[in-house]
């Protein structure tokens, strides 16, 4: 079936250094890849997403960059911050779905100061 | 402009209980997905509903039901309830159509003893 891997499980960096997240994943068909941010008892939310169309999209110290050939996506975030601290989430639309989501599982990342 | 809001926040319930959670979608979006998300773990789609039908399923047992009201609203039904159900209960919602971007609600942690 459908599946969407995710590393690391773990990243741990210095105030003010980049973080990149990569993913994978199965379904050709997927055209929809979008990161999420969860912050501990909170819900998930969107920071970026990027179409099968574009190869990268950036939002200030956030990008993703996509790789259609090879299946795999990844978010990089530069000149972290503590409170970048979350567990990030990427995700792939399933195929000939209307929009849902099956989801990687999870990047715990942690700025330290 | 009201966003995701779900109810309610938290519930403990037995073994073999059913249980109903609700889902109110961001203003303007007519469509519901629901996504349970074990500790740890990412989201899993359960089930989508739109124009009061569930549109898409997920690989999730009979015991989880759910229906969508005129005014979009969601409910999620379980039957049965197992120790396992035990998770964050995520609605998401978003515009029909194509695949757009889903935004979740804060999510009702359901405890099964």
């Known amino acids: 079936g459908e599946n969407v891997e995710q590393h690391p499980s773990t990243l741990s960096v210095q105030e003010g250094d980049s973080a990149v997240i990569k993913c994978t994943y199965s379904?050709?068909?997927?055209?929809?890849f979008p990161w999420y941010k969860q912050e501990l008892g909170k819900r998930p939310q969107l920071i970026i997403d990027?179409?099968?169309?574009?190869g990268e999209k950036k939002d200030q110290r956030i990008a993703v960059t996509l790789n259609k050939t090879a299946k795999h996506f990844s978010l990089h975030i530069t000149e972290t911050q503590p409170e970048d601290s979350a567990v990030y989430f990427c995700a792939a639309s399933i195929r000939g779905s209307q929009g849902n989501l099956i989801f990687g599982k999870g990047t715990k990342l942690s700025v330290k100061p | 402009d009201a966003g995701v809001t779900q109810s309610p926040t938290h519930l403990i319930k037995t073994r073999g209980q059913q249980v109903t959670l609700r889902c109110s979608p961001k203003?303007?979006?007519?469509?519901v997905s629901w996504y349970q998300q074990a500790l740890g773990q990412g989201p899993q789609f359960i089930f989508q509903y739109y124009e009061e039908e569930e549109r898409q399923r997920g690989n999730f047992p009979d015991r989880f039901s759910g229906h969508q009201f005129p005014n979009y609203s969601s409910e999620l039904n379980v039957n049965a309830l197992l120790l396992g159900d035990s998770a964050l209960y995520l609605c998401?919602?978003?515009?029909?159509?194509?695949?757009?971007?889903?935004?979740f609600g804060p999510g009702t942690r359901l405890t099964v003893t």
């Open positions: 998401a919602s978003s515009l029909a159509g194509s695949v757009n971007e889903q935004y």
């Open positions: 990027i179409r099968s169309n574009v």
């Open positions: 379904d050709s068909a997927s055209n929809y």
């Open positions: 203003s303007g979006h007519d469509t």
